[in-house]
């Protein structure tokens, strides 16, 4: 008995995966083809950092600066506020793209990267990335070289991060297929 749509078929009980082609998930992400020099993608989310947030990410890397963590010594700082931990910034930011770039690839690395303006708690940040530049891979065929310029941005529109970043990324009919499990009856 064939599943209709995924080209995979069930044999066993209701509770066996059934095997579903990425592209074919509402949510799949883009894939190499889909990426072209110049083009611009607004990524639609957005994330408010929070000072759980920053006390929490700044905890778990090991960051001794109070500038983080400390309110009575960031208020005696020029800033007068606590700074957002700017790795977590990064990370922050290169998850908000994950679903318009990254989704059917690997991180290859990050190159670049600015922090012209501090980030606070209580700041929402948005991400809006370029194609700078897209190659077929010469050891992988069935994926390709995408890197991107995003730009990360505050509330207001002021740019908080910018970095380029590289990512091999599969082709849409080389994509690997996940196994979606179905519900126990």
Known sequence: ???????????GGANEARTVPLAQLPTSGRFFEDFEVGQLIRHPLGRTVTSTDNIWFTNLTMNPNPIHFDHVYAAA????????????????VTGLTV???????????????????????GDTLYAESEVIS???????????????????????????????????????????RRQVPRRRE
């Open 1 to 11: 008995m064939s599943e209709s749509g995924n080209g995979g078929s069930r044999r």
């Open 77 to 92: 700082t020029e800033w007068g506020r606590p700074l957002v931990n700017s790795a977590f910034t990064m990370a922050l």
């Open 99 to 121: 679903e318009d770039l990254s989704k059917n690839g690997v991180n290859l690395g990050w190159d670049r990267v600015r922090l012209p303006h501090p980030v606070f708690e």
């Open 134 to 176: 897209s190659r077929a891979s010469e050891s992988r065929p069935t994926q390709g070289i995408v890197g991107f310029r995003t730009t990360g941005f505050n509330q207001e529109g002021v740019t908080v991060i910018e970095y380029d970043r590289t990512v091999l990324v599969y082709r849409r009919d080389a994509a690997p």
